[in-house]
Structure formats: structure tokens, C-alpha cells
């Protein structure tokens, strides 16, 4: 078991341009959630995917955002027009989902660290 | 509703004990504890679910109090790898998905020698 990966792990870009991240989750784990963490702040939820649909999204992920799970393997986070707001630690989580019963937990990946200029 | 951790931060001498709140201002589902240190992933320690029941994880235990809205966390005879921000992490009931964790602002602990 690898746990969740991500990449890149950092990302500089500068203001207008579009980046996108990678979250590999851990296999055989169907729910898979993105969360934003700026610094002095817990991670805010963003979204959260079961297998490959996104069954929910935070008011906080606004129209430059979208997020994809395609197959209900890896997803991406794709922000358009990145303003300097939008930096931050951008964090994958997985988790096992039904089959965990009610004690499903939250596996966090290392995080992609974004830096707009 | 994001939750209210106390206090933001404490400091301890290796082998002391602190006690870390989260409360909710909402009905609780669950409550989930992660440490996370300096530039890396928050680390999963325990949940614990409605019912007021108690977790342990090495020398670190947990309460729920379903009725108060809060979980405190325990730390005993604390080493200095304990260091770290905690972060409290509630699932709410409401309409939409049980599932997101709505994360307080942490409480940064540091253990000296």
C-alpha cells in the first residue's frame, strides 16, 4: 500500500495562467475528496467523489474550478485564470468508502503546494 | 460550521500531559483527530462516532460527548515526536453528504525536552 500520492508536489505559476493536479488515491479506495489549506487553517473541503461521480461541491470552488474522476481511479484539479488567492496546499484525501462501515476514514495525501505570482 | 479548537497552542516539556477541546456549535455525526507536522500530510489518529465512547491510540485517547457537541483529546506522558498541529475534523448531520469533514483551525503543540 502506497498511500495517497500527489503531483506535482509544488507548483509556482504566474496570475492568468491554468494548472492542473493529479491525486493517485489508494486502491480499492472509492471516495476521494479535495481540500484547500492555507496557512494557520485546518483543510477546507472542496469536493468529494464516489468512485467517479462528484457528488458534492463546496460553495468555496468557484467556476475557474472543476475536478474530474474519470473510471473512478486518479482525479484532477484543474484552476483556470489562477488569481493570488488561489494560493495554497492543495490536499487529496481517499477513503474506503460502504464497505468500512460507518467509520469510513480520510486518508490525506502530501498535498500540492501552489504559489501564483 | 467549522468547529472551535482550544487552545490554539501549548507548550509542554517532555513527559507532560495536555488535553486539546473541539466543540460544535451543530450536531455531531463523528469526530475525527489528525496531527500534522510542519510541510507534511495530516496523519489520521482516531474517530470516534455519536455514543460518548473513548479511543485510544498509543499514549492518546479521545471522549465524545454527543449531548455537549465536543471531543477533547488526550495526550499523556507526552515525547517529543507528539509535536505537531491537531486538527479536529467533525461530520455534521445535514442535508447534503455525511461524508466532507469540516476541519477546525488546530492547535499547534510543541514538546520540548
Known amino acids: 500500500d502506497t498511500g495517497v500520492s500527489q503531483d506535482p508536489r509544488h507548483k509556482i505559476t504566474k496570475r492568468g495562467q491554468n494548472v492542473t493536479f493529479r491525486c493517485d488515491p489508494i486502491?480499492?479506495?472509492?471516495?476521494l475528496y479535495w481540500y484547500r489549506q492555507t496557512l494557520g487553517q485546518g483543510p477546507e473541503f472542496l469536493t468529494y467523489?464516489?468512485?467517479?461521480?462528484?457528488?458534492?461541491k463546496s460553495r468555496l470552488l468557484s467556476d475557474r474550478f472543476s475536478a474530474e474522476r474519470p473510471k473512478g481511479s486518479f482525479s484532477t484539479l484543474e484552476i483556470q485564470r489562477t488569481e493570488q488567492g488561489d494560493s495554497a496546499m492543495y490536499l487529496c484525501a481517499s477513503s474506503l468508502g460502504a464497505a468500512s462501515g460507518i467509520k469510513d476514514t480520510q486518508y490525506f495525501g502530501p498535498g500540492t503546494r501552489l504559489t501564483v505570482l | 460550521q467549522q468547529p472551535v479548537q482550544s487552545p490554539q497552542a501549548v507548550i509542554l516539556r517532555e513527559g507532560e500531559d495536555a488535553v486539546i477541546n473541539c466543540s460544535s456549535s451543530?450536531?455531531?455525526?463523528?469526530v475525527h483527530w489528525y496531527r500534522q507536522k510542519h510541510g507534511e500530510a495530516p496523519v489520521f489518529l482516531m474517530i470516534?462516532?455519536?455514543?460518548?465512547e473513548q479511543k485510544g491510540h498509543e499514549k492518546i485517547s479521545a471522549s465524545f460527548n454527543e449531548k455537549k457537541q465536543q471531543s477533547s483529546l488526550y495526550l499523556t506522558a507526552s515525547q517529543l515526536s507528539y509535536s505537531g498541529t491537531y486538527f479536529c475534523?467533525?461530520?455534521?448531520?445535514?442535508?447534503?453528504?455525511?461524508?466532507?469533514?469540516?476541519f477546525g483551525k488546530g492547535t499547534l503543540l510543541t514538546v520540548n525536552p
Open positions: 470516534l462516532l455519536k455514543g460518548g
Open positions: 475534523g467533525t461530520e455534521t448531520f445535514s442535508g447534503g453528504s455525511n461524508y466532507k469533514l469540516t
Open positions: 486502491s480499492e479506495h472509492n471516495r
Open positions: 451543530k450536531a455531531l455525526y463523528s
Open positions: 467523489f464516489q468512485n467517479e461521480a462528484q457528488l458534492e
